[in-house]
């Protein structure tokens, strides 16, 4: 919660496009908040933890992206003008896609476990703490 609190309000005098990745970074972190509120509430359901772990990579992720964006690597290949509003439909591409992959990658691997779960047994499987 104080994170997307100190992302929200730190968006004074800032350009368009920095506003805007902030802002979809504080819907990030508010998805972040909800699911480990409801995992809290109901640590054994597994689709809350999943919830969580998808929108912790996510904000991760898309920590990299607003970096790259915001402070690209070399001025000579990427100039990006961060008053341009035509830029916004970018970046929100690039949210959507950035969430998607994500999912489907947590699928891959749910599926993967189900597997070796239902194939193996729960006997079988190495328990780590």
């Keep these: 919660?104080?994170?997307?609190?100190?992302?929200?309000?730190?968006?004074h005098g800032k350009a368009v496009i920095e506003i805007y990745v902030h802002v979809l970074l504080v819907y990030i972190i508010a998805g972040c908040f909800i699911f480990c509120c409801l995992e809290?509430?109901?640590p054994h359901n597994v689709i809350l933890t999943?919830?969580?772990?998808l929108f912790t990579i996510f904000q991760g992720t898309w920590f990299y992206q607003v970096g790259f964006?915001?402070?690209?690597?070399s001025d000579i290949f990427w100039k990006w003008d961060l008053e341009d509003h035509g830029l916004i439909m970018s970046i929100a591409i690039a949210f959507c896609w950035h969430i998607i992959l994500i999912f489907a990658g947590l699928l891959i691997q749910f599926w993967i476990v189900k597997y070796f779960v239902l194939r193996f047994g729960l006997d079988?499987?190495?328990y780590i703490d």
Excluded: A, D, M
Aim: aromatic letters at 24%; hydrophobic letters at 45%; proline letters at 8%.
């Design 1 to 11: 919660f104080i994170e997307g609190f100190l992302f929200n309000s730190h968006l």
């Design 40 to 42: 809290y509430v109901n």
């Design 50 to 53: 999943y919830g969580r772990i």
């Design 69 to 73: 964006l915001l402070y690209p690597p």
């Design 124 to 126: 079988e499987l190495i």
